[in-house]
């Protein structure tokens, strides 16, 4: 919450709660990363991720197509060898061809860079092509014409008949690659040689401009983060050295010049430049750094040459820690995506068996030919394979990622991005979130017998350890520099402020508990604004305003949530009821809550949640430091101010990379733009499937017409999800 107006306790330390922060997906024991270099079958991925769930001793494993990476956890670290070893039997038993590389930790992955363009493929299908229009074109005898086909028919599918009868030896029958071997070789058998070459000749075409559109949307997606920092300038003594940023302490100085990234986080101590800060926050506009500003990993310097001391390790870095959100986000999958993963394990052999049934009964029973409905039977084999759902499914919840984190909004997973489809009821913080968190002293109140600038003398005695917002804003008020070993005692007293002696005084600072608590008479003062109170020796001195502004978008947020169809919007602070009140009316909240502490919000975040229906859900806005147990307890933790925070992005499900309330909107808008597109292409899939499906099974559709309800449905529901990414408009 960064610093909370109601505690003028100014230690912030007492403010915690101490509520572990829920892991976000990440489970205790140990974890191990695997790469599956050449994974190009979403069918298969089903597959390998359903059997290694299945290993004794996983707690879960989760693989992620768009990212080829399978992330296994397990309850003992002392399993994990044996069970990344059967592991990787799995997959080579479902993907023979596929190299698993081990990652060792986000700093050493692999980089995935595949041909986005698959050349001899390409050359296979353009020779199989010729021969097919030959051999079609042309009259020629029987057996030269088989030849023909035969000749186009292995060029072109010999690769997959191949790996259906290596497959079948393992045990694993029902795949794309049988059910196109046997719906293939079956109209060999009844003579229909041009529908057999053709069935596998588009099946091919079908599947590599499925794979070039999967290829260009890792890249392009993986471009989005492109932040991974290549080396740092390392200054020693009179010495620029040009190291890894993983060997650069904190400390030390690196030199950034103009047109590279900062490699670490870190302060300016010399220099000034402008600095594009959009592949973090998607904002297009520069910011100004100079000595003394904050720098990020990531940012790109653009003019000025900058000496920054870093201040975090390249592991600590928000850099790093971007990459391993991004890196990992397709793991946490969403549950449409766990259903059609389910779904397919069922549709598959359930069709296959219709295809069975087609075949044989209707002969059996009537006097109807086998081939007649051997024919319709091969119809459903073709419809049969699942690829359209299971690959465009989790692409277009990756693109959906993707294209929030171009808009500055990291979506740690599908879940989370389908979960804001749901949302009821929107939860803030007020300071840090709603307001700026830069605290002024707009006003100072004396007591009869002391004058303002005694008040603020004895606060910033008081307030001279802190490094509390309200602190700083007094001392920068008092504009002097405080002898701190005059004050000879200081005590925080959790939830009402400061007990200090100095100069041999008494003093306090806080807020009206303290007063009270300590029976000393003062002065209620009803104006805008956090309110320290000053006592010295028992004698009330008067009281400091000081004021915290609102952001300029925060208003506009709140009604634009309401736009959206966000049934509650709801404000938490520790202000008092009059300064809580005036804010929560001027920003158009339904309800505020006021001089609430840390654990008093969790209290209120459980009640609003029994409030909402089972289908609601509950998202809390906060900026990610004293909020982390709001943001554990929510449905949806959304942190704010994540430039400043390392604990927004530890804590939070979403982390909105700038200060921008309104954010929010586009995330939701995202995530409702993403199932959109995610259902456009489940209703398009089964319906046209289940349109051949019936006219096949009744003799009206043809092979051709399976061949488009099966790669060209695939196709074009992948080439629908890509549109996921794209989010310009929002």
């Known amino acids: 919450m960064g610093a909370d107006p109601g505690c003028t306790c100014t230690g912030c330390t007492s403010c915690t709660v101490n509520i572990e922060p829920k892991a976000n997906g990440l489970l205790a024991g140990a974890k191990k990363s695997l790469v599956l270099m050449g994974l190009s079958c979403a069918n298969c991925a089903a597959k390998i991720e359903n059997e290694v769930n299945k290993l004794a001793g996983v707690q879960t494993a989760s693989l992620d197509f768009m990212a080829k990476r399978l992330i296994i956890y397990v309850y003992n670290e002392q399993d994990l060898d044996e069970i990344t070893d059967q592991a990787a039997e799995i997959i080579k038993k479902f993907e023979p061809d596929v190299e698993v590389i081990e990652e060792h930790g986000a700093d050493d992955a692999p980089v995935i860079e595949e041909d986005v363009i698959n050349k001899k493929e390409l050359i296979k299908i353009g020779a199989g092509a010729v021969l097919f229009a030959v051999a079609l074109g042309f009259e020629f005898s029987f057996w030269t014409e088989f030849v023909l086909f035969l000749a186009s028919y292995i060029l072109v599918g010999g690769d997959v008949v191949w790996r259906a009868l290596r497959n079948i030896s393992r045990g694993q029958v029902f795949d794309e690659n049988f059910l196109m071997s046997v719906a293939t070789i079956g109209a060999f058998a009844i003579r229909q040689f041009p529908e057999g070459v053709a069935v596998m000749l588009f099946f091919k075409i079908g599947e590599f401009f499925q794979d ?4 260009r949307s890792r890249r392009s997606i993986s471009a989005l983060m492109d932040i991974r920092p290549d080396y740092a300038n390392l200054k020693v003594g ?3 050295k040009t190291v890894s940023p993983e060997g650069v302490k904190i400390g030390d100085l690196i030199v950034v010049k103009p047109g590279e990234k900062v490699p670490l986080d870190g302060i300016v101590i010399e220099g000034a430049s402008m600095v594009d800060t959009s592949a973090l926050t998607g904002e297009s506009v520069p910011r100004d750094v100079d000595e ?6 990531g940012f790109i310097n653009q003019n000025g040459v900058l000496s920054v001391q870093v201040t975090k390790g ?4 928000t850099v790093s820690k971007i990459l391993d959100l991004v890196q990992n986000a397709s793991s946490k999958k969403a549950p449409t995506e766990h259903f059609i993963t389910k779904f397919a394990r069922y549709y598959t052999p359930i069709v296959v068996f219709g295809a069975l049934a087609i075949a044989l009964i209707p002969p059996l029973v009537t006097q109807a030919t086998f ?4 024919y319709r039977a091969l119809v459903f084999l073709v419809v049969s394979c699942p690829c359209a759902l299971v690959i465009s499914i989790p692409l277009g919840f990756f693109g959906g990622i993707g294209g929030a984190s171009k808009k500055g909004i990291l979506v740690k997973g599908g879940n989370y991005l389908e979960a804001l489809n749901d949302v009821d009821t929107v939860v803030f913080d007020k300071t840090g979130t709603l307001t700026k968190g830069v605290f002024k002293v707009t006003e100072i109140v004396p007591k ?3 004058s303002s600038d005694d008040l603020l003398e004895l606060a910033a005695h008081a307030e001279v350890f802190s490094n509390h917002p309200i602190a700083v804003s007094i001392l920068n008020a008092y504009g002097k520099t405080v002898n701190q070993e005059a004050v000879d005692s200081y005590d925080e007293v959790f939830g009402h402020g400061i007990k200090a002696a100095a100069n041999g005084r008494k003093i306090l600072a806080g807020n009206s508990r303290l007063m009270r608590k300590e029976n000393i008479s003062y002065d209620e003062a009803d104006v805008p604004g956090t309110i320290v109170h000053v006592a010295v020796n028992k004698t009330y001195a008067g009281c400091i305003v000081i004021s915290d502004e609102i952001k300029e978008d925060s208003k506009e947020a709140i009604k634009a949530l309401k736009d959206i169809g966000i049934r509650k919007t709801v404000m938490l602070t520790g202000d008092r009821r009059a300064v809580g009140e005036k804010a929560a009316k001027e920003l158009g909240f339904d309800e505020v809550y006021t001089e609430l502490l840390p654990d008093h919000k969790v209290e209120q975040v459980e009640r609003l949640e029994k409030e909402i229906g089972s289908n609601g859900k509950l998202v809390f806005v906060g900026d990610g430091i004293n909020d982390a147990p709001v943001l554990a307890r929510a449905d ?3 942190a704010m ?15 909105l990379m700038t200060d921008e309330p309104s954010q929010l909107v586009k995330a939701i808008k995202i995530a409702k733009r993403t199932k959109r597109i995610v259902q456009q292409n489940i209703i398009f899939a089964l319906g046209i499937k289940g349109v051949v499906l019936v006219l096949g099974a009744v003799g009206i559709a043809t092979m051709w017409a399976a061949v488009f309800a099966d790669v060209g449905v695939a196709l074009i529901a992948v080439l629908n999800s890509t549109r996921a990414m794209y989010v310009k408009n929002i």
Request: proline share 0%; net charge negative.
């Open 636 to 638: 949806i933790g959304v």
């Open 238 to 240: 009179d010495e620029i």
């Open 212 to 215: 070039l559109a999967v290829n």
């Open 371 to 374: 081939s007649q409905w051997i």
């Open 641 to 655: 101010g994540a430039l400043g925070s390392d604990a927004a992005i530890e804590a939070a499900d979403v982390v």
């Open 292 to 297: 003394g500003s904050d720098i990020l990993g």
């Open 448 to 450: 009869d017998g002391f």
């Open 314 to 317: 390249f592991g600590d870095s």
